[in-house]
């Protein structure tokens, strides 16, 4: 076992805490950054494709959480992103700008969808941001002068300074710049004034607010870096889809998205990476047991969302912290072995008040 | 200048009114504390100060500034720090990060330089960490630092939120019943930090309790209130021997009639 002599305060700060941090995440980096050279194409574009998933996880993870603000909505986040972005690079914008803009449309409208819903807790704010997500979805059918409608709307390949990135990896490689980049603007949120507010806002408004917190302008904030977020995540997904159309960003992405949270552990940084992994992963899976099921059950309409339904609710019912959760028992486990105990978590299975119907 | 001052302050839950009519004045730096039977109306006038609750009739003044209709999350901003009667402390949290939001009101970093985590906020960060060491080493509770509010007994968390609202730096702080459901030698501790505070830090205390041992040793000043009115007034001694508090707590004694 580690054993960390604290000398300062900024050791509290600090990101990666002490030399195992270094070692790791070192380790973890150098072999994602190795992956093209060694992996198929194949499993590249995968990866890119669990990036994107993850960015949008880090986006939604900020108000589900660490806000506490449940939103079953957010497919319409990535929805505004993809048509931005598609949008602006069809109307010749170049790429950083249309990419930035993704960003910004999804601040924007995140912030004024937030106006509304603000005073909303729990499963009506759910049901509300649903609504808002359907919206989005018919407004994009309908709108066929800036979106094509159902006819849909072609991404051409992401262009950056004159330098075409046409392969996988090279793909590859900007959305994994984009994730990182997000991963340090959400870890240096949660350690902030800004991301404790948050915080405190999800365990007890009532107490929050008698610390001074303005409620309205933190929900704000929390629902405008999400939507940001996310909008980056959906035009990175225009690119990988190619071609948009308004039901690739239907409902069932929006359960997606908050199963990922879920699954991977809400109100934690890591849960969005574990949870984008699972995600990204579990339909491959499904492909492949599919071969191996009988035809009765393998070709079973609904089985993918099914499944999704299924796994998400028996996380919440015997592992609440998800993912990360598994993750820091095994780490536990191994750091203590042999003197692990199961009881050392009885005590903490609490749950969030996003995880409650209020 | 009055310090703190309530003027006439009602309030209505549909039919039923919950405080009628108190008024009372308290001075800078002494210690305020208002009794009464359960369901008197005492939490409901700490809400009232707070701002969660919004006044039928009725004025309340803070070092001359109306308060009457500021929102709640600027009243802590003027300097009046509450705790809760039943703990509402951020559960998942650390006792370390529960304080630091004690600090919130103090921290100005703008949205973007918390997301960039600029060299100012890291500053601002370190500066409000030694402030809550200070809140910690004040009231002993450097062994919890790090330690989950939920894994905690109830005693230290009812230490930790008044530390919360200490982090806040107040001149005016409102403790609702700080000493309930702990045990003697808790009491006994709590009663010195009040004092303390009082003493060392100059804020001034409004609190509700119970316990007349505590109501005793540190008040200056009582109010006593039943059914929502003000029965009496005054010193710790005066109000005890006054007949209408004895009645509200004891009843009547049918012989003496």
Redesign the interface.
Known sequence: MRIIFKTSYLQDIKLLKHSGYWFWYGLLLLAILLAPAVLDEFYIGEMAFIYIYAIAGLGLMIPVGFTGLPSLGHAAFMAIGAYTHGYFLNAGFPFLASFALAGIFGLVIGALITIPLKRMTGIYFAIASLAFAIIVEEIIAHWKSVTGGLAGLTVDMPVIFGFALENTWQFYFLCLAVLLGVLYCTLNLVRSPSGRAFIAIRDSEISAESMGINLSIYKIKSFAISGCFTGLAGALFAHRLYFLTPDAFNFLLSIQLLMMVVVGGLGTVHGAIFGAIFVGLLPQVIAIAKDYLPPAIGEFPGLEPGLFGVIMVLFIIFEPMGLYGRWVKLKLYFQMFPLYRKATFKRQKTYLKTERVQ | MTFFKAENISIDFGGIRAVNNVSFEVDKGTIFMIVGPNGAGKTTIFNII?R?YSLTEGRITFEEQDITRL???????LGI??T?QNI??????TV??NL??????H?R?P?FA????LPS??R???AH??KV?DVIDFLDLQHYRDQ?I??LPYGVRKIVELG?ALC?EPKLLLLDEPASGLNVDETEDMSFWIDDIKKLLGITVIMVEHNMNLVSQVSDHVLAINYGESLADGSPREVQQNPDVIKAYLGEDKDAG
Do not use: W, Y
């Open positions: 707070s969660i929102p709640a999350h600027r009243v802590v901003q720090a509450r809760f509402e402390l951020f559960d998942h949290a370390l990060h630091l939001i004690g600090r919130h009101i921290c970093s949205f918390d997301l960039l985590f906020v890291k601002m960060e370190l960490r030694r060491e989950l939920q894994n919360r806040t």
